[in-house]
RNA sequence: CGGGAGGUAGUUCAGCCCGGUAGAAUACCUGGUUUGGGACCAGGGGGUCGCAGGUUCGAAUCCUGUCCUCCCGACCA
């Protein structure tokens, strides 16, 4: 069969390309690291998008939308910003094509230069700082709390299915504040609010920090960060907030009166989560059969093959199922009844299972006559016989208890893939051998951590959100230490 | 951007070394039998061999260029 998935312990990597293509999430395309993203992987994203969209305006947000293209010159005002993303900028040179005086299709009219490059945004906080200073005024401007859902461009040499692609799909909080305290408190809400959606919804424990000085984001004061594990041992950011103090307000000369009638700079923040995040939630929850997709995000909740012989049971069967149908659905359940007669029923159990749907009941002539269904979870492969008096509510409380379940399990395995370690020799041990996030003392320069990456390809997470302090060694170079630090190799 | 592998039917691949009418399995269409874990029989349709040049009487096959993908590295969300 051609749909079947490489494991994972054969070819990791090779199991995650065969689970977003054969799962019908997304496909190649005709464009150097770009990617189709399909109806099924979309819908993910759909959901996605929409329930952390409702957490953004419950939180006082509004959407808004700023230009794709931006001037080459604003992206120089930041010194950092251009720092961090100069190097994987497409870059808008001509705004015309005309006919090959040869013959040769399309190209480039020479005579159509554009006075000023136009930038692809890499992200937006140059152009939206340029605009925030026309909005900005006074401290009653403030706070400004704007949230846009975009696509960004940065030129990658390498890219992989979701987890990093030249263009992907993402969302962009950019927001400004009378005060740093409130820039900050903002920046943390962010954060939690990130933290609350992947583990509550994607069912992906994560772990809050802040990021090293050298993994901060180019121009913020301080990135803060949630950070998950993959079942192959290795980190993935899931979402970053940055505090990014005045540098933008004095880069784009953004300044209000304050109450005593002084002119200051604004603070600011912005944060993001991006398409990447349907690559965690794969890379998390899925086996060697398919995806695993936790209830409250998976496009279709709950499916319902037919087993049949002839037209006369075929439509016993339906009728039932409709009305289990209009049961689930009365209670906002995704459903799907799977008649299709062009496949059998062990092909569409094959086939469900490798789209990850969480529930799937089976119902035959069989069940029909002792009243029940067969009810199977995708979770854990789990099946049981139900009665159908009370298939509804059984169904409700199952998708609950799976999506529990998928957290429980993955945070377990993060849990113990949490490691100290106190000496070198066990800290490069236990990344070679073990993987996920060890735990160790760090001195605190760049320069150690430097040293650490580029013999271990390991880099410093995270440094958590209330660490315990605590004294000690830096695992490389024995200087005195206050606090752990987590390291791991990542994404 | 460096190293390696690859691109032939919707999909997975054979054919290429040694140039001579483009193949298999699966999927698809029609009819029939089936249906509790990826059904079976019979018939049928489908390919500018990634793209562009070149060599040749003749190119999927040889040569050059180019695009795309995968894996490994450097860089990064």
Redesign the pocket.
Known sequence: ?????TSRAQ????W??DLV??GGLAD????????VIKPYGFALWENMRDTLDKMFKDTGHVNAYFPLFIPKSFLSKEAAHVE?FA??CAVVTHYRLKNDPNG?GVVVDPEAKLEEELIVR?TSETIIWNTYKDWIQSYRDLPLLINQWAN???W?????????????L?QEGHTAHATAEEAVAETVQMLNVYADFVENWMALPVIKGVKTI?????GAEDTYCIEALMQDGKA??AG?SHFLGQNFAKAFDVKFLNKENQLDHVWATSW?V???LV?ALVMAHSDD??LILPPRIAPLQVVIV??????EQ?AKIGARADEIMSGLKALGIRVKYDDN??????????????KGVPV?I?????????N???V?RRDS?E?R?ISLEGIVTYIKELLEDVQQSMFNKAKSYRDEHITPANSWDEFEKLLDEKGGFISAHWDGTAETEEAI??KT?ATIRCIPLDNKQEAGKCILTGKPSTQRVLFAR??
């Open positions: 069969m051609s749909k079947e998935i070819d990791y990597s090779q995650y390309n293509l054969k190649y395309s005709a464009v150097r690291g770009c990617m961090g190097k994987e040769g890499p960004v461009v940065r990658e040499m390498r890219t992989r299915l979701f987890l990093r692609t030249a263009e992907f993402w050298s993994e901060r984001f180019a993935l950011q970053t993001g991006s398409t990447r690559g059969q398919g037919p087993i049949y012989k002839g037209d075929k007669d062009n496949q059998r029923p062990g092909w569409k159990f094959a086939e469900y299972e490798m799937r089976t119902l035959g002539a069989r069940d029909l006559e002792n029940i269904a067969e199977a492969k099946k016989n990456k580029e390809k990542a994404y």
